[in-house]
């Protein structure tokens, strides 16, 4: 099976379980911090387009990896940040997505412009985004040729008995991915108990296989939504907001949740324990292919 290096999936999960959300702030922390990170949009709602900023009609609306897959052209990326590219999607996901369905060689087709572009040395990682799962074609290529798996779920019995099938999609696909954790996202901080509580659940589904991350991210949809609203990554916003006095706050009228600045620091700590999984991950891959 191939492995597309260096590469993270974000997936599996049901529209609205925030593998957008977490696909993208990990990008822009990551970048931030001095790697070079591609960011694949592999969803035909192209969200993680428009979170970095773009317009998917600007920017090629998924013409530029339908090309590289399917006539075999060099794949375009479209820079958004310092050390952030993007592979946009748009109308055209949806063209690729329908070709996958017949193509006998999909999961090559779908790697190599990938490991090509990691080849040439320009990017320290790759990000894949995917689409709410059984709604593409394309999550299941990146399912079955990405490196690493990073799952969000929040609470609740549908969520979590997504996590519970987990095993079964992945047995399917016969996907050799690395699951690096699940990320609990929209769990109220004030709210210990339900933290807890599903937590231990998540432990239990995936018992022997990962642990569930350490941070989890809370329940902050005011602050999310205006840093979309300002078009920048959470720790963007955060530290703009960081820059806005109170006086200048009541001038303008600019009114800063006041949950932003730890929203965007369990982001940060997020960040930080991926890396750790991920550094773990490739010493025990070393030791067991010297
Ligand atoms: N910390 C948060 N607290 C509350 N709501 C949040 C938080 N972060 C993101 N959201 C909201 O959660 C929703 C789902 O986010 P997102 O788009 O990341 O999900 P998704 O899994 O990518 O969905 P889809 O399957 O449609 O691609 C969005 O409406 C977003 O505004
Ligand atoms: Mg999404």
Request: charged share 25%; with cysteine; proline share 4%.
């Amino acid at each position: 099976m191939r492995s597309i290096p260096n590469s993270i999936v974000v997936g599996i999960g049901k529209g609205g379980s925030c593998k957008t959300t977490l696909a993208t702030q990990l990008a822009g922390i990551w970048s931030s911090e001095g790697k070079r990170i591609l960011l694949a949009d592999l969803d035909v709602q192209a969200s993680a387009t428009k979170v970095v900023g773009l317009d998917p009609r600007e920017v090629g609306d998924g013409r530029h990896l339908m090309d590289a897959v399917m006539y075999g052209d060099d794949l375009t990326t479209i820079k958004a940040r310092d050390n952030l590219d993007v592979i946009a999607a748009g109308r055209y996901t949806k063209t690729l997505s329908h070709h996958l369905v017949t193509s006998d060689n999909g999961p090559e087709s779908f790697a190599v412009p990938f490991e090509k572009l990691m080849a040439s040395d320009r990017f320290d990682r790759v990000v894949f985004d995917l689409p709410p799962s059984g709604s593409s074609r394309l999550a299941d290529m990146a399912m079955q040729t990405g490196k690493y798996l990073l799952v969000p779920t929040s609470a609740g019995v549908d969520n979590l008995e997504g996590l519970r099938v987990l095993a079964e999609e992945l047995e399917i696909l016969e996907s050799d991915i690395i699951l690096l954790g699940v990320v609990l996202m929209k769990i109220g901080a004030g709210a210990p108990r339900k933290r807890a509580e599903t937590r231990a659940e998540v432990a239990e589904i995936l018992a022997g296989v990962a642990d569930p991350f350490h941070t989890i991210i809370r329940e902050a949809g005011a602050a999310y939504d205006d840093s979309r609203k300002a078009g920048l990554f959470l720790h963007e916003y955060a530290e703009w907001a960081s820059t806005v006095s109170v006086t200048n706050q009541i001038h303008a009228k600019i009114k800063i949740p006041t949950n932003l600045a730890d929203l965007a620091r369990e982001f940060y700590e997020l960040a930080d324990e991926v890396d750790d999984r991920i550094a773990l991950a490739e010493r025990i891959l070393e030791g067991v292919n010297p």
